[in-house]
């Protein structure tokens, strides 16, 4: 059973318009939020968290949004450049269940055409 | 600054060969260590963690073993490789951020074949 789920295995976007991935999760104990990209034959680099207690994390071009009562998280792209043309996963963390552990998900492919 | 490493960077095996796959990390001491893999047109799963020396943490039943013979060393290994153990493995460390929030730092990753 996936704990969290990115239910768009890919999206493309005009360059300079907003990307917008989605991430829902199942449980409630998750109370850290990751979001990272990675291109093909890389290791994924981090991009922005989000702590339960906020509702909003904001850097630069990217903000994380999360909705707690609807267990589910966006990650907002603006404006979109062609480098941004990845793979993007979403993470989640429980400190009471999984320490430092993260569950992520399947990913989805963004693809910013010129 | 703290840095990962993971090789070889690619690797072609035939079925029932043994694997070794090594990760170390500069820069810091008594990193939480963790092993990944990602499947074609799959997401990251998470195969081994490691609080410590010689402490090792399974996540899945499977024809794979690690082992953390030194603080900032992490191995992977197999008797004999499957098939299905193709895939692109990643070695990854855990860092406190600001905040007392945790993230986790990601090597380049070993693309693995069995053929």
């Known amino acids: 059973d996936q704990q969290v789920k990115q239910n768009s295995p890919s999206l493309s976007v005009q360059e300079g318009r907003i990307s917008i991935l989605n991430c829902d999760y199942t449980?409630?104990?998750?109370?850290?939020f990751l979001w990272y990209k990675k291109y093909p034959a890389e290791g994924p680099t981090f991009l922005i968290s989000i702590s339960s207690i906020k509702d909003k994390n904001e850097d630069g071009r990217f903000t994380v949004f999360l909705n707690k009562s609807a267990k589910h998280l966006s990650l907002h792209i603006v404006p979109s450049q062609p480098g941004d043309s990845a793979v993007y996963f979403c993470?989640?963390?429980?400190?009471?269940?999984?320490?430092?552990?993260?569950?992520f998900g399947p990913g989805t492919r963004l693809s910013v055409l010129p | 600054s703290q840095t990962i490493h993971q090789w070889p960077a690619t690797l072609v095996q035939p079925v029932g060969s043994p694997l070794s796959l090594e990760c170390t990390v500069e820069?810091?001491?008594?990193?939480?260590l963790y092993w990944y893999r990602q499947a074609a047109g799959r997401g990251l799963q998470l195969l081994f963690y490691s609080v410590g020396i010689g402490q090792i943490s399974s996540e899945v039943p499977q024809n794979l073993s690690a082992s953390r013979p030194q603080d900032r060393q992490f191995i992977l290994s197999s008797k004999k490789l499957l098939l299905s153990d193709s895939g692109f493995y990643l070695c990854?460390?855990?860092?406190?951020?600001?905040?007392?929030?945790?993230?986790?730092?990601f090597g380049p990753g070993t693309r693995l074949t069995v053929l």
């Open positions: 820069g810091t001491s008594n990193p939480n």
């Open positions: 990854a460390w855990s860092a406190r951020l600001a905040g007392g929030t945790d993230t986790q730092y």
């Open positions: 449980n409630s104990m998750f109370d850290y």
């Open positions: 993470a989640a963390s429980g400190s009471v269940d999984y320490g430092q552990n993260f569950v």
